[in-house]
C-alpha cells in the first residue's frame, strides 16, 4: 500500500512531493499543497494518526482508576493529585508548539518525536520505583499525547478540503471519544487482573505500531527555506510561551485543591506567568521572523471569536462534566453506574461532530449551524439546571445528550471557520492556537467549577445545619469526604444532600453562564467559503 506500482517514489524526505505525486499547485502564499489521496491511502493515513488520538485520550482517565492502587504501592497519598496535574499541564503547554515546529521539521517528523516522548513516558509509568518517577513519566507522556492530537488535526486539515474537513474530524472526534470513555474500564480492568503497572505498558506495543504507520504513511510537503531549519525556530517565543502556560497552569490546578489560593506558590507562579505572558506578545510582535503563534491573526474578527468560543465552550464543559456524576451519586447511583449514565454525552459528541461535517460538506456553509449547535449546547446546559433529586431518568440522558451533540458540533464548527479564515500556510499554527484555547479553558473551566461548588456547598450547609459542634462535625465529614453523606442518619442526611444540591446547581448555572458567552462570541464570526479543493482555488 505505501508503493503502488505507478509511484515508487521514496518517502523518505517530507520535502519531496506526498507519496512522490508531483505537487500541483501552491496557494498564494507559495506554500507546497499535497494532492489529494485516493480513498484508501487517505484512510490509512488518518488511521496511523488517530491511534494517537485514542491513546493520548485513553491516557488522560486511566489514571482515574489506578490512583488508589498506585497510591498503596508507593504509600504517597498526597502526591496522588499532581500524576493528574503532571499530564494535564504538560499536554496543554506544549500543544501549541507543535503547528509551527511541525511546519519547519514537517508533520511525520514531528508526530514520530511526539509518538517517541509518550512511549517513553508511557514506560517510566510502568516501572516507576517511585511517585516522582511516576510524575516524571505522566510530564512526558502529556507532551507526546498533546502532541499527537494537535497534530493529528493538523495532518487531516493538509489533505482534507475544508468542505470535507468537518466529516473528518467527526473520526477524530470518535477516536478521542472512544479513548476516554474506555479509559477508565481499561484502567480498572488491567488492574484488577494482571496489576496497575501493565496498564501503562499495554500501550506500548500499540504505540509502535501508530510510529510504524506514520513512518510509512505520513508525507505531507513542507515549503524548503534555504539555511538550517534550527534557525527558524522561534525559541524565545517558545519559552516564554511554555513558561506562561506552564506557571498559569499550574497555579489554576493547585489553588483551592492542593493549597489555599493565597499560598505563596499560587501567588508567585500567577505573578510570574504574567510576566512571560508579557514577555510572549512582545517577542512574536517585535522579534520573531516566525511567530510560534502570529498574533496578528487573533486581529481577524472570525479567528479571534472562534478562539474565544473555544475558550468559554470548554470552560463550561469543565466546568459541569465532573459534577454529573456526583449528582448520580448523590441519588444513589454507584460509581460504575455513573460513569455509564455519562454514555449520551460522547454518543453526542460523535452524532454532533459527524452531523455538523456532513452539513457543511453538504451546504459548504457554517455561521447558521454554529449558532444552532451553541444553542443545542446551552440548551442541555440550562436543563441541568432544572434538576432536582427527583428528575427522571430519561430527561437526565436527554439532557447529556444536548449537551454532547452541541459540543461536538461546535468544536468542529469552530476549527473549520478558523482554518477558513487564515491563509494556507497559518493553518497549522492556527490550529495549534485553537488547542491553546481549549486547553487553557479546560484548566480555568475546573478550577471555576470546583471552587463555585466548595463556596457554594460550604455556604448552604452552615444555612441547612447550622453552626453548633454537632454540625460543625457533620460538615467537617462530608466536606472532606463525598462517602460520608450515604452513612448520614435523618435529619443530617437529608439537609446535607438538599445542600449537595444546591451547590450543583449553582455550578450548573455557572456552567450555564459560561456556555452563553460562547454563544454570543460565535455570534460574532464571519462566513468564509469552505474550498472544495486543498490548494483553495
Known amino acids: ?131 516522582y518517577g511516576m510524575i516524571a ?69 500499540i504505540i509502535v505500531v501508530s510510529s510504524i504507520f506514520v513512518f510509512l504513511y505520513v508525507n505531507i510537503p513542507i515549503k524548503k527555506i534555504e539555511g538550517p531549519r534550527h534557525k527558524r525556530v522561534d525559541y524565545l517565543g517558545a519559552l516564554n510561551l511554555v513558561m506562561f502556560l506552564m506557571l498559569f497552569l499550574l497555579a489554576l490546578n493547585t489553588g483551592g485543591t492542593l493549597v489555599p489560593w493565597t499560598h505563596p506558590l499560587v501567588l508567585i507562579a500567577l505573578s510570574l506567568s504574567v510576566v512571560f505572558l508579557a514577555g510572549f506578545i512582545y517577542t512574536e510582535k517585535f522579534i520573531a521572523k516566525e511567530p510560534v503563534i502570529p498574533l496578528k491573526s487573533l486581529q481577524d474578527r472570525t479567528v479571534l471569536a472562534s478562539c474565544l468560543t473555544m475558550l468559554f465552550m470548554v470552560m463550561s464543559v469543565y466546568c459541569v462534566y465532573f459534577f454529573i456524576p456526583i449528582y448520580s451519586m448523590l441519588r444513589g447511583a454507584s460509581a460504575t453506574a455513573a460513569g455509564v449514565n455519562l454514555m449520551p454525552f460522547s454518543v453526542g459528541i460523535s452524532i454532533g461532530s459527524l452531523g455538523a461535517g456532513l452539513i457543511m460538506n453538504r451546504t459548504g456553509r457554517y455561521y447558521r449551524l454554529g449558532l444552532a449547535s451553541m444553542f443545542v449546547f446551552n440548551l442541555g446546559t440550562g436543563l441541568f439546571c432544572t434538576f432536582t433529586l427527583h428528575t427522571p431518568r430519561w430527561p437526565q440522558m436527554l439532557y447529556l445528550l444536548f449537551f454532547g451533540m452541541g459540543y461536538g458540533a461546535t468544536l468542529t464548527v469552530g476549527l473549520l471557520s478558523l482554518i477558513a479564515a487564515v491563509k494556507h500556510s497559518e493553518q497549522a499554527t492556527t490550529t495549534s492556537s485553537s488547542y491553546l484555547f481549549r486547553a487553557t479553558g479546560g484548566t480555568i473551566g475546573a478550577a471555576v467549577g470546583s471552587a463555585v461548588f466548595q463556596t457554594s456547598l460550604r455556604t448552604h450547609l452552615l444555612k441547612q445545619l447550622g453552626d453548633g459542634e454537632e454540625a460543625g462535625e457533620v460538615i467537617r465529614r462530608v466536606l472532606q469526604d463525598f462517602g460520608e453523606v450515604a452513612k448520614l442518619v435523618q435529619p443530617w442526611k437529608g439537609e446535607v444532600t438538599d445542600a449537595y444540591m444546591s451547590a450543583l446547581r449553582m455550578v450548573f448555572t455557572v456552567g450555564f453562564a459560561l456556555g452563553t458567552l460562547g454563544l454570543l462570541t460565535i455570534a460574532a464570526m464571519r462566513e468564509n467559503k469552505l474550498h472544495k479543493t486543498l490548494d483553495r482555488r
Open 137 to 205: 513519566g505522566r510530564i512526558l507522556a502529556g507532551a507526546g499525547g498533546g502532541g499527537m492530537t494537535a497534530i493529528s488535526s493538523i495532518v487531516a486539515t493538509d489533505l482534507v478540503p475544508l468542505r470535507r474537513r468537518g466529516v473528518v474530524q467527526g473520526g477524530g472526534n470518535l477516536a478521542y471519544g472512544t479513548g476516554a470513555a474506555l479509559g477508565g474500564l481499561y484502567g480498572g480492568i488491567v488492574n484488577d487482573t494482571i496489576g496497575w503497572r501493565w496498564a501503562f505498558i499495554l500501550q506500548i506495543p
Open 1 to 131: 500500500m505505501p508503493h503502488d506500482a505507478e509511484r515508487e517514489a521514496p518517502i523518505a524526505s517530507e520535502e519531496s512531493p506526498l507519496l512522490g505525486d508531483a505537487v500541483e499547485s501552491n496557494t498564494a502564499d507559495d506554500v507546497p499543497v499535497a494532492q489529494e489521496l485516493p480513498t484508501a491511502k487517505l484512510v490509512a493515513v488518518l488511521l496511523s494518526v488517530w491511534i494517537g488520538v485514542f491513546l493520548s485520550s485513553l491516557d488522560t482517565t486511566v489514571i482515574s482508576t489506578l490512583l488508589a492502587p498506585i497510591s498503596s504501592e508507593f504509600n504517597s497519598f498526597a502526591s496522588l493529585s499532581w500524576i493528574t496535574t503532571a499530564y494535564l499541564i504538560a499536554q496543554a503547554a506544549l500543544q501549541p508548539l507543535f503547528g509551527k515546529l511541525t511546519d519547519i521539521y514537517g508533520r511525520r517528523g514531528g508526530l514520530l518525536a511526539c509518538n517517541t516522548l509518550f512511549a517513553v513516558g508511557t514506560l517510566l509509568c510502568g516501572f516507576a520505583r517511585d511517585e
